[in-house]
């Protein structure tokens, strides 16, 4: 469900924040993206699938694209009016990486499709593997392994590329009005509540700067084709992975939270992982199906008494830990800066009157207040989303970003999608009793959050306690 068919909003973006405070803005640029980098001849009178195929530079992914009729249907139908991410052959590597690649980028696209066959469970997912496993079949002699292995590669392909799609036409000017979009790709296991999987935007001034799910490039924009357009981008697209699996790829940031998600045995709760079947049945995907997390990084857990971590992380405080993370998850929720869609019949709260936000940066376009229910029984957590036009006279249209806080917290980096649901980042723990002092003081060397002070006094109790309001 779109934000704005739940609240009457002339228009729905969000600028993907990366400081520490996410409303200083990484400002859409929708005026100047179009003076970026090179940019292609027009190509009206021929489709997608034409523009490629008659360009060398994507050679490459036009043999993983011939491995699929149905991608060469959609990619070549005169009808269509969608949005394709190609690499082109510089982005696909030309050797093998091995199982042990620490690339942090192409970590993202671990076992994101559930296999058909076991033998399926083998084969690396990312494009530039496949790529390469396409192109060994050239000097495999024809056979019944050929085959399934040709239509084991094709399945994943096709699935791959369709996370690479957009359902409409969006140029550069288009893309980066709003903070995340719905690809082609739906999973059949109920990941997302068969709700198709998001990519991100986010764009920069300075530097200019359009990228796809904060480390993909788009380096040559607004490729036209008679049945859509085509960005060119730097690296494959790929699947995200769940929201537990993706805060391993910067552990120095989510370190504190992963251990603390395993000590007390939430894994279920943000992950979803294969397991094989029993007797060689065909296994399934388990976890959580749909869910929104907001993850606090390692400072968050690092500004925190010092006594107080050393509670959390022993066995006395155990109960404690599990419930203040239970606090930070909306299940069977995903919720976008620009998208809620809820895989339940409780219907979150919405305020328009009260939830414009102090000290706006710009003017106001938009704003919302919701409120949701999280895995802790009885305690909510409170959303505030502000729309707002720059104030900064720049050449071109309006540009427009985005402040997100929970709990009167700022939120940032956000929109952050997964193969479950949407992962925003906090570099505060939430206060259960739902206020805050937004303050720090220093202890020592350390700066202290000082919500916590006062822990002593009512944490341990509240976590031996089933207390619907504190």
């Known amino acids: 469900m779109k934000i704005y068919n739940f609240v009457s909003l002339l228009c729905i973006g969000g600028a993907y924040a990366l400081p520490t405070l996410p409303w200083l803005a990484q400002f859409p640029v929708e005026g100047l993206v179009r003076c970026w980098g ?8 021929r489709t997608i699938y034409q523009v490629l195929k008659d360009d060398e530079r994507y050679s490459r992914l036009v043999k993983a694209i011939d491995l699929s009729d149905r991608v060469i249907n959609l990619l070549d139908d005169p009808a269509a ?3 394709f991410f190609a690499v082109p052959n510089t982005g696909i590597p030309h050797h093998q990486p091995s199982h042990g690649d620490d690339d942090d980028k192409y970590k993202l696209g671990s076992a994101f499709l559930a296999p058909k066959r076991g033998d399926e469970r083998d084969i690396a997912h990312d494009l530039g593997h496949l790529v390469l496993q396409v192109e060994e079949l050239d000097g495999i002699p024809e056979s019944r392994d050929k085959d399934h292995r040709k239509e084991a590669l094709a399945r994943i392909i096709r699935g791959i590329l369709a996370y690479h799609t957009l359902p409409e036409k969006l140029d550069s ?4 009005q709003n903070s995340t979009y719905a690809t082609n790709l739906t999973l059949k296991d ?3 509540d068969y709700q198709p999987l998001r990519l991100s935007v986010q764009s920069t001034i300075v530097p200019p700067r359009l ?3 904060t480390v993909v490039d788009v380096v040559r924009r607004d490729i036209e084709a008679s049945n859509g357009v085509i960005h060119s981008i730097n690296m494959p697209l790929l699947p995200p992975p769940s929201l537990f699996s993706e805060m391993f790829v910067v552990p120095e940031v989510f370190s504190y939270v992963t251990s603390a998600i395993q ?3 939430l894994t279920g709760a943000v992950d979803r992982w294969w397991t094989p079947g029993k007797d060689g049945d065909h296994g399934s995907f388990v976890g959580a199906e749909i869910t929104t997390f907001f993850a606090p990084t390692s400072g968050a857990f690092q500004r925190l008494p010092h006594k107080l971590r050393l509670f959390l992380f022993s066995p006395f405080g155990s109960k404690a830990l599990k419930k203040l993370l239970e606090y930070h998850i909306v299940p069977q929720v995903v919720l976008h800066t620009d998208y809620v869609h809820d895989a339940t019949s409780y219907s979150a709260f919405v305020d328009r009157e009260s939830s414009v ?3 706006p940066p710009g003017n106001l376009v938009y704003a919302y207040n919701l409120t949701f229910p999280t895995l802790l029984e009885n305690h909510v957590v409170n959303v505030q989303v502000a729309r707002y036009k720059a104030k900064i006279p720049l050449p071109g249209p309006a540009r427009y970003f985005t402040r997100f806080m929970v709990n009167g917290r700022d939120v940032g980096p956000y929109d952050i999608p997964a193969r479950n649901g949407a992962l925003h980042v906090i570099t505060n723990l939430l206060d259960p009793r739902g206020h805050h002092k937004d303050d720090h003081k220093h202890h020592g060397h350390e700066l ?3 919500d916590w002070e006062d822990w002593e006094d009512w944490l341990p109790q509240w976590a031996m306690h089933d207390w619907a309001n504190l």
Not at 173 to 176: F, I, R, T
């Open 38 to 45: 090179m940019f292609a001849p027009l190509s009206e009178d």
């Open 190 to 192: 109920g990941s997302m």
């Open 211 to 213: 990228r796809i799910n």
């Open 357 to 359: 936000l102090p000290d």
């Open 173 to 176: 000017a288009a893309l980066v």
């Open 263 to 265: 000590r007390v045995d």
């Open 81 to 83: 009016s969608i949005t």
């Open 448 to 450: 202290v959050d000082v």
